[in-house]
């Protein structure tokens, strides 16, 4: 990757937090020198951010690499530090949860609320025969009782695995054989733009062939007709919601299992992301406090993530419950009932925080300024971005249109694996470049290293590698030790391969360039797909765009762009044309003639996971004209008629 292009190097506009802002922040810049002077020390404070039922004998254990424990010997109960001990510092009356459902139905959850649910699901877990270290897989919509479940797990010791409600039956009965989980806790259904759908007809089809499961614990969400099943199903408000509400918090071993989470990489079996107690909680509760300044008095935070990603447990359930914070959680979508819902939120709710990702962002730049416009959005303080790279313009659009040109915007690097954030700005202290994630927070070690494992200089690029053993890190992968080191540490000598292309500049802030597989070579240049998607977003006329490597026989690979005009732009006959000549010429104006796509195609959508990657591979089929590969991880499974239909025209 030494030849990438410099396109993301040129990028100058900077960003310093508003001095008020840096004044009263969580993090000052000496967090990343005390860091440096003593790493294990530095984190080994974060860790007493949380109660311990027993303080460690050993801040870290990495003499079995790559197997790392942390806080070895010490001992808490994770729902404890996320209920407990806030109701016994007198704030149980403190909302935890302003939820709001698609159809308009709310729920205000305090603390002592949450807690009650909690201990109620505890104890009816119990009594289903659920000790500690059993599997629970859970299956819900995005209702409070998704978190409810995972704090009634983490509180007996059980390990949940939380499959996102999108998933098909045989995505969950895979995910329930891996971890032979006993109990299964899903919904009669959830709403969606307007609409119930079903997901006991779909747990019914995965559980018929999971011999492992023991009980169906099903919530009444919409009253949707389901079929029952005597010998396995269960009501939620029959048995849950009849339980007693005391229920004594034991303490667990800091390396017990808290999660099992699994990430479905392209093609292979899903890897079952193993995460513990003790380590995870510290992270995810210190990042969610640097990264987000989160003040618990006076802050509405909301993260628009499903409990499904790893977004949802570390930004929704643990790293705010730990930290005490009053949140929203939103069920359903954001263009239901219309396209302003969620500027509607954050106007009704008063969001100070705001955590979303790219995709959503480039959505809303695409559906028009208009709408967030007519909400009062004065209320918000800080912008967070995850998931993907984010295109400087889609940056600048969130700090703009959002922000009203002032928040800072934080751009967050991590990964299933990693558990928690790794790299961001601090909003405080980061004089922030939009599209850059900067620089590794404090008590992370990251580098940007080329095919040999040597560091590259700064204006270097290559893969993104970690240095030493986090506390969030994932500790395995399910039933399979082997493939942990496989995947992760075999292709750099003791070093954690992340699998992303990134970039570091002259100043040494790194830029995420995305997976290394999404890089293409154009006649012996590599180009990452990321950057020419930043210069076509980067035109007044383009509101996403989506660019794949095809298989050319003069330059190897060339490159192949679909991009979503912005509404009201002329994409009909001779306009398209003109369009599609004026766009290559940006591009190859902006990075360079090598750059130029070979081919634009416009189209109304792009392929997408449910968690909003955009699906590449199946791009590249039709850029090949192969038939489609896999598509079932499609968030909408018409997308793909409708780019292949529109193709002839496209060229
Ligand atoms: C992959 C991990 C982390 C929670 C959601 C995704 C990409 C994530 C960024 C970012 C550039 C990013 C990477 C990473 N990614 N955040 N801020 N900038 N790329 O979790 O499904 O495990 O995906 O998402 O490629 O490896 P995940």
Redesign the pocket.
Known sequence: MSETLENLLNETRQFPPPAEFAAAANLTESAYAEARADRLAFWERQAHRLSWAKEWDQVLDWSNPPFAKWFVGGQLNVAYNCLDRHIEAGRGDKVAIHFEGEPGDTRTITYADLHRSVCQAANALTDLGVVAGDRVAIYLPMIPEAAVAMLACARIGATHSVVFGGFSADALAGRIDDASAKIVITADGGFRRGKPSGLKSIVDEAVARTPSIEKVLVVQRTGQDIEWNSKLDLWWHETVETAPAEHEAQAFDAEQPLFILY??GTTAKPKG?LHTSGGYLTQASFTHHAVFDLKPDSDVYWCT?DIG???GH?YIVYGPLSNGATQVMYEGTPDTPHRGRFWEIVQKYGVTILYT??TAIRTFMKWGDDIPAQFDLSSLRLLG??????NPEAWMWYREKIGGGTTPVV????????GA?M??PLPGVTAAKPGS?MRPLPGITADVVDDQANSVPNGGGGY?VLHEPWPSMLRTIWGDDNRFKETYWSRFEGMYF???GAKKDSDGDLW????VDDVMLVSGHNIST?EVESALVSHPKVAEAAVVGATDPTTGQAIVAFTIPRGGVETEGEAGEALIQELRNHVAKTLGPIAKPRQIMLVAELPKTR?G?IMRRLLRDVAENRSLGDVTTLQDSTVMDLISSGLNSGK
């Open positions: 990430t479905s992301i993530a990603w790893v977004t570390s990702a790219p971005s995850v998931g993907e790279p984010i751009d967050t690097w991590w990964q299933t694996e990693t954030i790299i961001s994630a993104l992340a699998g992303d995420l360039l995305g997976r990321t968690s990657k």
